[in-house]
């Protein structure tokens, strides 16, 4: 199976607080397992990866959670801003490079 | 640096006509992939290329759309003729192989 399941489809947090965003995946295939932030009107950006010999990678405020038994991965954006704001999308990709993507998170941080 | 290129970023036309999507990936890059994306559908993947080579075309619809990378620095994706339910975002990518995709703007079409 290539599909990657993306929960929860929208979250709404409050400016400090803590986002999470999960994702699951069936294909052991699999061995990288991008974020992308997309604002509207934009192209999705890449935000940070993971590869499974890690269980854990942070950039900055963003962190990736990586449980390879379980086959599932998240994001965690600590100090959540409002500029934080956007639609999230989880992906994971094997040795062909092709990405399948989650159906997207939308973040809304409130001031 | 600059990043991918995708033109034009708007298009409109009707149902029937010819619609040729462009797009320059980052220099140095050697895989490119189009995207479409839709409230229904998210992100699905078309087609990538290695290379300038076409590797993987299944996520091409139907075979009104077709897609060439004649060189390494332009591809160009084609919908003849156009539908309606062609409308979407369709994204560019590109990576160097293995590393993360970097996508364009996007390029939003709307078939009447």
């Known amino acids: 199976q290539q599909q990657v399941k993306q929960s929860p489809q929208s979250l709404i947090v409050q400016k400090g607080g803590i986002s999470i965003i999960n994702c699951a995946y069936e294909?052991?295939?699999?061995?990288?397992f991008p974020w992308y932030q997309q604002f509207p009107g934009k192209g999705p950006a890449l935000l940070i990866a993971?590869?499974?010999?890690?269980s854990e990678k942070k950039e900055g405020r963003f962190t990736i959670s990586f449980n390879k038994s379980a086959k599932q991965f998240s994001l965690h954006i600590m100090d959540s801003q409002p500029g934080d704001s956007a639609t999230y999308f989880c992906?994971?990709?094997?040795?062909?490079?092709?990405?399948?993507f989650g159906k997207g998170t939308l973040l809304t941080v409130n001031p | 640096d600059a990043g991918v290129i995708q033109s034009p970023r708007h298009e409109v036309t009707e149902m029937g006509q010819e619609v040729t999507l462009r797009c320059k990936p980052i220099?140095?890059?050697?895989?490119l992939f189009w995207y479409r994306q839709t409230m229904m559908r998210g992100l699905e993947l078309l087609i990538y290329?290695?290379?300038?080579?076409?590797?993987?075309d299944s996520g091409m619809p139907e075979d009104r759309f077709s897609a060439k990378m004649p060189n390494a620095s332009f591809s160009t994706l084609k919908i003849q003729p156009s539908e309606p339910r062609d409308s979407a975002v369709y994204f560019c990518?590109?990576?160097?192989?293995?590393?993360?995709?970097?996508f364009g703007p996007g390029t939003r079409l709307t078939v009447t």
């Open positions: 990518a590109s990576s160097l192989l293995g590393t993360g995709q970097y």
């Open positions: 992906a994971a990709g094997g040795s062909n490079y092709k990405l399948t």
């Open positions: 294909n052991t295939a699999f061995d990288y």
């Open positions: 290329f290695n290379n300038n080579v076409p590797i993987d």
């Open positions: 993971i590869r499974p010999d890690v």
């Open positions: 220099s140095g890059h050697n895989s």
